[in-house]
């Protein structure tokens, strides 16, 4: 009776072995089957594309992990196009205008470079751009980004889908950049690619702006004050898995139009972003939540040196000249050239180019007209 016992219960155990491995067979199976699947994705934040705006489905391709953060892609990623050599050519970098634009907005861009972003315009200050955008499928186009940046070497390509809810993975690849590459600038000016800067009215009223360590410049909005939009037929839509029972956006942040950042507080902007969940709402995210994980960052807002309407832009220069109170005018295409001849109208170029500014000795000890 003792062996049958014996036998018996050895016979369950190699049973009960038996079935445990069995079902982790079935489990590993099940799980390569789905990690496979995932590895045939491209691996790439993909938010919908420029032919689907309205954003009610967007597909997320990661490999698969367990939980359910997702972080930003372009903190690592490779850059499809780069130029890393645009600063290191210059000692110093007064302004460099880091720009959001769209990849077909070619004609764009060669008017902003020609008019208001021709450096030679500004000796001896020397303001620099560069251009972000990520990729697009069309193959066309892509060679001719490519030998768009051939020719002026300031574009810089992210290895993510171009679209509207990627703007934030286009951010903080040119936080990164900037971290990378461009250290010397004094400033750095982040706008999309319909702004226009008067950075002669820049450099003779607001160079106190180079001076301040750790600050934001920009059209404020104050801590929850901006509604969260929930509502799935908006452009704007956050769905309810994101700032879960939150009604506003809970710290002050910048409208992205363009914004003044000090170039000491991008490297820790970028460096914040490494550990920062995704959050597709741009203006939030990248001047916003960033910020927040930065300690002391000051905001000043805009005081009537923003207009978004062209036409009051347009007129104040045409009436007043230099004496215009907008640093900052909304611009497109058949705009551009119109607005510089109307701003250089009252002001002398010299024979090598540039024009003449009143520009002040020292810097250091100018203080902000709002303050």
Same mark, same amino acid.
């Given at each position: 009776?003792?062996?049958?016992?014996?036998?018996?219960?050895?016979?369950s155990?190699?049973?009960?072995?038996?079935?445990?491995?069995?079902s982790?067979?079935?489990?590993?199976?099940?799980?390569v089957?789905?990690?496979?699947?995932?590895?045939?994705?491209?691996?790439?934040?993909?938010?919908?594309?420029?032919?689907?705006?309205?954003?009610?489905?967007?597909?997320?391709?990661?490999?698969?992990?367990?939980?359910?953060?997702?972080?930003?892609?372009?903190? =690592?990623?490779?850059?499809?196009?780069?130029?890393?050599?645009? $600063?290191? &050519?210059?000692? !110093?970098? #007064?302004?460099? @205008?880091?720009?959001?634009?769209?990849?077909?907005?070619?004609?764009?861009?060669?008017?902003?470079?020609?008019?208001?972003?021709?450096?030679?315009?500004?000796?001896?200050?020397?303001?620099?751009?560069?251009?972000?955008?990520?990729?697009?499928?069309?193959?066309?186009?892509?060679?001719?980004?490519?030998?768009?940046?051939?020719?002026?070497?300031?574009?810089?390509?992210?290895?993510?889908i171009?679209?509207?809810?990627?703007?934030?993975?286009?951010?903080?690849?040119?936080?990164?950049?900037?971290?990378?590459?461009?250290?010397?600038?004094?400033?750095?000016i982040?706008?999309?690619?319909?702004?226009?800067?008067?950075?002669?009215?820049?450099?003779?009223?607001? =160079?106190y702006?180079?001076?301040?360590?750790?600050?934001?410049? $920009?059209? &404020?909005?104050? !801590?929850? #004050?901006?509604? @969260?939009?929930?509502?799935?037929?908006?452009?704007?839509?956050?769905?309810?898995?994101?700032?879960?029972?939150?009604?506003?956006?809970?710290?002050?942040?910048?409208?992205?139009?363009?914004?003044?950042?000090?170039?000491?507080?991008?490297?820790?902007?970028?460096?914040?972003?490494?550990?920062?969940?995704?959050?597709?709402?741009?203006?939030?995210?990248?001047?916003g939540l960033?910020?927040?994980?930065?300690?002391?960052?000051?905001?000043?807002?805009?005081?009537?040196?923003?207009?978004?309407?062209?036409?009051?832009?347009?007129?104040?220069?045409?009436?007043k000249?230099?004496?215009?109170?907008?640093?900052?005018?909304?611009?497109?295409?058949?705009?551009?050239?119109?607005?510089?001849?109307?701003?250089?109208?009252?002001?002398?170029?010299?024979?090598?180019?540039?024009?003449?500014?009143?520009?002040?000795?020292?810097?250091?000890?100018?203080?902000?007209?709002y303050?």
């Open positions: 009776m003792a062996r049958l016992a014996t036998y018996i219960k050895f016979t155990i190699s049973l009960l072995v038996s079935v445990t491995c069995l982790l067979m079935n489990y590993n199976q099940h799980f089957i789905i990690a496979s699947k995932h590895r045939s994705r491209n691996l790439r934040w993909f938010f919908g594309t420029d032919e689907d705006d309205t954003h009610r489905h967007h597909h997320l391709n990661l490999r698969p992990v367990k939980t359910k953060t997702q972080y930003i892609i372009s903190v =690592s990623a490779p850059y499809i196009i780069n130029n890393p050599n645009v $600063c290191r &050519k210059f000692e !110093k970098v #007064s302004s460099l @205008i880091m720009v959001h634009t769209a990849p077909d907005h070619i004609l764009r861009r060669e008017k902003m470079r020609r008019t208001w972003l021709n450096r030679t315009h500004y000796s001896p200050e020397n303001v620099l751009v560069i251009f972000l955008l990520g990729t697009v499928k069309n193959q066309t186009l892509q060679q001719a980004l490519v030998n768009e940046s051939k020719k002026h070497g300031d574009i810089i390509q992210g290895d993510f171009d679209s509207y809810r990627n703007l934030t993975n286009k951010g903080v690849m040119g936080y990164r950049w900037i971290t990378e590459n461009c250290r010397n600038a004094e400033i750095v982040k706008i999309d690619d319909d702004a226009f800067i008067n950075m002669f009215k820049f450099f003779e009223d607001y =160079s702006l180079k001076e301040r360590e750790k600050f934001i410049y $920009c059209n &404020k909005i104050n !801590k929850n #004050s901006m509604p @969260i939009l929930r509502d799935h037929k908006s452009k704007w839509y956050v769905n309810e898995y994101e700032y879960k029972d939150i009604k506003v956006f809970p710290h002050p942040y910048c409208s992205g139009f363009v914004v003044f950042l000090s170039i000491d507080l991008v490297p820790p902007l970028y460096h914040a972003a490494i550990g920062t969940p995704f959050f597709w709402v741009d203006d939030f995210f990248l001047f960033l910020p927040s994980r930065v300690k002391n960052v000051q905001y000043e807002k805009y005081n009537g040196t923003l207009t978004f309407s062209h036409p009051e832009g347009l007129k104040c220069y045409k009436e000249g230099r004496n215009c109170q907008y640093l900052i005018v909304p611009a497109r295409e058949n705009e551009i050239d119109v607005l510089w001849k109307t701003v250089i109208k009252d002001r002398t170029q010299s024979i090598y180019g540039n024009y003449y500014m009143h520009l002040k000795k020292d810097t250091r000890y100018v203080k902000s007209p303050t």
